[in-house]
């Protein structure tokens, strides 16, 4: 059996119903009607069983229609893993382990952050300071727009070249998962299809884009969508901040034009969720607690000519964005300084094994408790099994006050255990995260 519902007009949809709800009411009430105001192709009744509210399904039957829509979105999402798997084998070794650590860290803090444990990316690149929309959930609080680092202007595409050139010898060809925008959006800058053109070059795919800014100019959207449609890569993402924007773009845009554009939908009568940080937890709606920040790596503004390394956290008081920042740095000479930077996290940071003299200790959320002869290690949103004698002796004897040799030294001599197992064991909980701090944020200058 097939179905001859075409799984855009699926799509559209669940969009309209998700963020409209008016149009949520009427598919309910009169469906015929309401996708024929839509122009949507498709018999309501083949896809009851996707119309979700509040989370819960509203019917349990499958058909051809929304089996068929589910694999489409399935061979949507293989294309994003495939490049997503390249972070497990292409990083340098140390950049990688520290990834995991830091990974492991946020899913015992967030309530997302287990699923987003394989899908953060390696770096971003903003291509303005600031940004132009001030939406109000806007997870990074991010600032007015200052700037924009025009292509032709100030050696920028040559160093924006030469930045990515650098990226892609560090991080390899995973480096195609990273992006050019963070606080900023990328259509604020009139050269974006520039940039995107030039990281096509360099990594074979362009860069996913989300932009707001898409309904300030429609004929530079439907260029761009054209533009992204001889590159291939994985999905963009049009964010819809109202109802009338959600209106603009069903009347601009057809279903099948929109594909392989997802709709972002933000609007404040959206069902979805939003995490609470930056601005977005100010608002009262739906929050749930996570960062936006889906970068574990590389931060870099072309318009200010820095470099940070951050990794998301929950951490509000002392990282208000989501996100903590472990080093930075200005870059007045960017082709040489960013692979100093990069030799710097290398050297002092992304640490392999742990230093010897480290004094461990637990990350404070985490509480032990004893089942049955084997520890868990909690948290509000994980557990972390420790069966092993050895790791458990190490558990056991972390206090604050002992180093890693002192550990090691006394579960050796008290147990006659070789102390290069115990070390061993020591650094397979430290991959673990459970050591995992943030860093301090820099203090405030007064003049
Ligand atoms: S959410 Fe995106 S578009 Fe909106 S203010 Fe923040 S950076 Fe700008």
């Keep these: 059996m097939t179905s001859k519902t075409q799984p855009w007009e699926v799509k559209r949809f669940l969009e309209l119903f998700t963020a409209d709800p008016e149009f949520r009411e009427k598919a309910v009430q009169s469906p015929n009607n309401i996708i024929s105001r839509y122009g949507i192709q498709l018999v309501p009744s083949e896809i009851q069983d996707l119309w979700q509210e509040s989370q819960s399904r509203l019917f349990d039957r499958r058909t051809d229609t929304s089996i068929n829509y589910t694999n489409w979105c399935t061979k949507r999402r293989q294309n994003a893993y495939h490049w997503l798997q390249k972070l497990d084998t292409d990083l340098p070794s140390s950049f990688r382990h520290w990834r995991n650590r830091q990974a492991n860290r946020y899913a015992g803090q967030a309530a997302d952050g287990f699923a987003r444990r394989k899908r953060l990316l390696p770096f971003a690149i903003e291509l303005s300071e600031g940004c132009s929309i001030g939406c109000q959930y806007c997870g990074l609080s991010a600032p007015k727009l200052k700037s924009v680092a025009r292509y032709e202007r100030n050696n920028n595409g040559t160093i924006f070249n030469s930045i990515i050139q650098s990226l892609k010898n560090y991080i390899g060809e995973a480096g195609a998962t990273g992006f050019l925008y963070w606080a900023t959006d990328p259509f604020d800058n ?38 992204r449609e001889t590159m291939g890569g994985t999905w963009d993402r049009l964010s819809i901040n109202s109802l009338k924007e959600l209106h603009i773009i069903m009347q601009e845009f057809s279903a099948i034009e929109l594909k392989d554009i997802d709709l972002v939908l933000q609007n404040p009568e959206s069902l979805k969720t939003k995490s609470c940080a930056g601005r977005a937890k100010d608002l009262s709606i739906n929050t749930q607690l996570g960062s936006i920040a889906c970068v574990s790596g590389f931060l870099i503004n072309l318009s200010q000519r820095n470099i940070k390394l951050i990794s998301p956290c929950i951490d509000f008081e002392r990282w208000p964005q989501g996100y903590a920042v472990y080093a930075e740095t200005e870059l007045d000479d960017p082709i040489k300084q960013i692979q100093e930077f990069f030799e710097h996290c290398e050297k002092t940071i992304f640490n392999e094994s742990l230093d010897i003299e480290k004094i461990l200790s637990l ?25 092993d004698k050895i790791e458990k002796e190490i558990v056991s004897r972390i206090n604050g006050t002992l180093s890693v040799s002192e550990i090691v030294s006394e579960i050796s001599k008290t147990n006659e ?20 701090k943030l860093p301090n944020p820099p203090l405030l200058q007064y003049a």
């Design 363 to 387: 990350r404070e959320e985490i509480y032990i408790t004893n089942h049955e002869g084997q520890l868990n290690l909690k948290t509000q949103y994980a557990n972390i099994i420790v069966k």
């Design 190 to 227: 009139p050269d974006y299809e520039k940039y995107i053109q030039s990281f096509n070059r360099e990594f074979g795919i362009p860069p996913q884009t989300t932009t707001a800014a898409w309904v300030k100019n429609i004929d530079r959207t439907r260029q761009f969508i054209e533009l």
């Design 417 to 436: 255990i070789n102390p290069g197992l115990v070390l061993h064991a020591a650094n397979t909980l430290y991959e673990k995260g459970i050591f995992e």
